[in-house]
Structures are given as C-alpha cells and as structure tokens.
C-alpha cells in the first residue's frame, strides 16, 4: 500500500521563474491538501482539492495554484517566484467525505529560490 | 481557521524523565489533532480529540482534551531518544476544511 508520494524531492530555482510540484495521494484517499512550511514554523494551509476543485483556500496569493486529476493526482504551481517562497512544500491526502479525517502527509519537496 | 498556540517551543529533557506540551486557543476548538515530525522528516499523525475531557493514551504518550474545548495537552513519561522532533497541534472548524497547525514544539533529549 503506497503512502503519499511527491516529486521532485529537491527543487532550485531563480527569482521570477516558475515551479511545478507534484503529489499522489495514499491509495484509497480522494482529497489532497497542500501546505508550505518554512523552516522552523509549522505547516501552512494552501488549499484543498476534492472532485478536482480547490474546495478550500488559505492566506496565499494567486500566484499560488493547483490542479486535481481524475486519478487524484494533484500539481501545485507558483508563478513569479519570490525569495520567500523558499519553503518545505507538503502534500498530504484524505478521505474527503469527513472534514475530520487524519491528514497522511508526503516527504515533501525542499524548494530553493535565489 | 482555529488559531492554536503552543508552548513551550523548545523542551529539553534528559532520558527518563517525563514532559508536557500544550496546545491553547482563544476561542473553542471542534476538535485537535497533533502531529510528530522527526528532524528532516515530514508530519506524522499521532491523536485526534473531538470530546470535552478527552484523554487518549498510546504507550508512553497521554494526549488530553481541555473541558472547555480550548486547550489540550501532549504528556510523555520516561523519555526517549526516538521521541526527539516537534510536535505540533491542529484544529479545523466544523464544516470546514482548512487544518491550521501550531507553531510547535521541538524536543531534543540528552543521553
């Protein structure tokens, strides 16, 4: 039984570029979140996506956007990187039926911007 | 969301010995969970408390759930060293979907 994947593990990019990352969700959950976490803070919601739409936002810009796959797959893309969008970017999947369900989270991709 | 608060945000403790964290809100919470994350490591659910007065135990952990539904507590007894990393809390609203998470609490033990 697969846990939560996400690709890549490392990630450096410059000011202003682009940055793609990737989840799949634990087998038999529908519902992927995504944090980012800086370092020494804990985990802050981004957004949610359930049925393949953002059910949920939080406190982030547009520049910050996603995507869910019929597979439940799910992409997190930031445009116009900033310095402080360097961060520890978690994804972690559920069952959407519930609002109270555990949270099983991936490893995370280290994202850089110099 | 649920705004939590943690302290302290660092405890040091010597192997063996037992430690509390806390998790508190101002206003009341629906429910807690809280998470362990190893250094380098992502989190990891450990509890969730939805009842007043709650108390979980597992092994050598006892998670309690306030009667006012407004803070919870994380106790360890007889310390390890497999118990190093930090510990947060989280909450979410009724009806909502956005998982807001203490800033934590990091615990390194000596030997």
């Known amino acids: 039984d697969a846990g939560v994947t996400q690709s890549p593990t490392h990630l450096i990019k410059t000011r202003g570029q682009q940055v793609t990352l990737r989840c799949s969700p634990k087998?038999?959950?529908?519902?992927v979140s995504w944090y980012q976490q800086a370092l020494g803070q804990g985990p802050q919601f981004i957004f949610q996506?359930?049925?393949?739409?953002?059910?949920q936002r939080g406190n982030f810009p547009d520049r910050f956007s996603g995507h869910q796959f019929p597979n439940y797959s799910s992409e997190l893309n930031v445009n116009a990187l900033l310095l402080g969008d360097s961060a520890l970017y978690l994804c972690a999947s559920s069952l959407g039926k519930s609002s109270y369900n555990e949270q099983f989270f991936g490893p995370g991709t280290r994202l850089t911007v110099l | 969301g649920q705004q939590v608060m943690q302290i302290p945000q660092y405890q040091h403790v010597q192997e063996g010995e037992d430690f509390t964290t806390y998790c508190n809100s101002s206003?009341?919470?629906?429910?807690i969970q809280w998470y362990k994350q190893r250094p380098g490591g992502h989190p990891v659910f450990l509890i969730q408390l939805v009842k007043s007065g709650e108390v979980k135990k597992q092994k050598r952990l006892t998670f309690q759930f306030g009667e006012a539904k407004k803070n919870s507590s994380l106790h360890i007894t007889a310390t390890q060293t497999t118990d190093v990393g930090t510990y947060f809390c989280a909450s979410r609203p009724t009806n909502d979907y956005k998982l807001s998470f203490g800033a934590g609490t990091t615990v390194t033990v000596r030997a």
């Open positions: 996506y359930y049925e393949e739409e953002e059910r």
């Open positions: 206003t009341t919470l629906s429910n």
């Open positions: 087998s038999g959950h529908d519902t």
